[in-house]
């Protein structure tokens, strides 16, 4: 799956070297020259993480981060700040405003593509290229396969990201609108039952090894993957 990277960062030529190396890592880059432009893109559609440069005229790096907490829509979309302040309380402020990390320029392609991938296997680890092992069963990303207990599983690309975020967010249960946002994207509108139709597949697919029952209902909430 390949994560959306949103760079908000004023300066077009090293906003294009951002853009240069996130594309070069198989990311897709979304650019944007200050907060309006940013917010656009945002409201369009949430991206994976942010790459957030401090200083931006206008509305600053650090009100956008403070502003993108405090809305229940976007708190969760990972966010890195990026600055030429090298200050340690500078650093304690980008943190406490809501940032998950935080790079100081210069800094090399390499590092920024690491702590991108870091971030993303904390925040949203169905954005990873990790390999998955669950009870048995195992999903490549990279290959798109999933194998139950050494036979491979075939898996239309809707139960494919399904099983994938279920297998990396285990235990906890997903209502469908939760499962719609996560699972099929941010402003993709569809009936909500649609979820249950492709639990259904997934199950299906599933049955065969067994490993159906780690999908599991909950009555009136809606679902969960557990070994137990």
């Not at 492709?198 to 679902?223: K, N």
Request: proline share 4%.
């Amino acid at each position: 799956m390949t994560a959306n990277i949103l760079l908000i960062e004023d300066e077009p030529a090293i906003l294009e070297l951002l853009a240069f190396n996130v594309t070069q890592c198989g990311f897709r880059a979304l650019r944007a020259l200050d907060a309006e432009e940013a917010m656009t893109h945002i409201n369009r559609a949430l991206p994976d993480l942010i790459l957030l440069d401090w200083m931006l005229p206008g509305t600053s790096g650090i009100e956008i981060a403070r502003r993108l907490r405090a809305d229940a829509r976007t708190r969760n979309v990972p966010i890195i700040m990026l600055t030429a302040r090298g200050d340690e309380r500078d650093k304690v402020l980008g943190l406490e405003s809501g940032a998950d990390d935080y790079m100081t320029k210069p800094f090399s392609p390499r590092e920024l593509m690491a702590r991108i991938r870091a971030v993303l296997r904390r925040r949203t680890p169905q954005m990873s290229d990790d390999l998955v092992q669950v009870a048995g069963l195992e999903l490549s990303p990279t290959s798109h396969r999933v194998s139950a207990h050494g036979s491979p599983i075939e898996l239309g690309p809707t139960e494919f990201r399904l099983l994938h975020f279920f297998m990396t967010h285990q235990e906890r249960v997903y209502s469908r609108a939760q499962l719609l946002d996560q699972v099929w994207g941010d402003h993709v509108f569809v009936e909500e039952r649609t979820v249950d139709v492709h639990i259904r597949r997934l199950r299906q697919a599933l049955e065969a090894s067994g490993c159906d029952r780690l999908v599991q209902t909950v009555r009136g909430s809606g679902y969960r993957f557990s070994e137990s």
